[in-house]
């Protein structure tokens, strides 16, 4: 079994998830790749049924931070020491992966995207500023400055068995640069190209929905 | 009047029976939400007493001491509630966590 994977969380994408597998399997055949379907309602499942694929099933929707930590768990148990967080929607690019893997191989524990740094292709503006503002708020709670705090494409040493996400919805991505802090990770950032399409940007999160994880991040950093 | 107290005393008992036995409470916290029942049962049955006691505390009206009262032990229960919630949340990530990874195939 190879110690890399690439990880799919995976809620309604049955229009894209098996275009999105087929080409990362023809990218990286060496690599695995779990899929997590978060308690898709729709025909994801059957769509992701991909001969070559590791498939786990949330009986119920917990969110997109529960299925990471979900894959990171099985992933561990399988022994895999290389992660890669990947969209189902088609939105990152398969071909950050490799140079991306290469940098966390060469001694960083964790490897961030940066559309900021990369492209963003199609980005509004308001969500391009609104991502840029939320730069100033992860540097305040983690005193971390980065370009683009809140890239879903990112690639983890998750052979610390400390780093465990407990939020499960989308909170988490400020979740992770609260462990690079505590557990003094070494990190980068690196260009990565998100694409985004009307498919990608109806299922993504608008602004109203950033103001909610912002609170959820807020509750979990009090409860924790 | 009378019809009037006793529908806040019905929904004030109902809400401390309901909270009382299908939440696990802390000593301190089942403490606090007997004060809180008692006193604002008291004060239903008899309003002037509120008057009274809050100018023992110095506050005034007998009303806003019940205001008060009932803020703090409303916001008690709120984060009550939110623990409890909390806690079931993560019993069943945990248990949807598991199933998944138990039952994960490679196709």
Known sequence: MSDTAIIIPMYNEELTIKEVVLELQAKYPDFEIIIVDDGSTDNSYNQAKIKGVWLIKHIVNLGQGAAIQTAIEFAMRKNIKYIITFDGDGQHNADDIKEFIQTLKSGYDIVLGSRFLGKAENIGVLKKYFLKLSRVFTFFSTGIWLTDSHNGFRAINISNPNFILRENRMAHASEIIDLIKELNMKYIEKPCTIRYTNYSLQKGQSISNAIGIIIEYIIGRLTK | ?107
Request: no cysteine.
């Open chain 2, 1 to 107: 009047m009378i019809i009037v107290k006793i529908f806040l005393l019905f929904l004030l008992t109902l809400g401390f029976v309901i909270f009382g036995f299908s939440i696990k409470l802390k000593n301190f916290q089942r403490l606090v939400v007997i004060f809180g029942y008692f006193t604002l049962f008291i004060f239903i049955i008899n309003p002037s007493l509120s008057d009274k006691v809050a100018h023992f505390f110095g506050i005034g009206l007998g009303s806003s001491l019940v205001i008060y009262i009932t803020i703090g032990v409303i916001s008690l229960l709120n984060i009550i509630l939110f623990v409890d919630t909390k806690m079931n949340k993560d019993a069943i990530t945990k248990i949807v966590r598991e199933m998944g990874i138990e039952h994960a195939k490679k196709i």
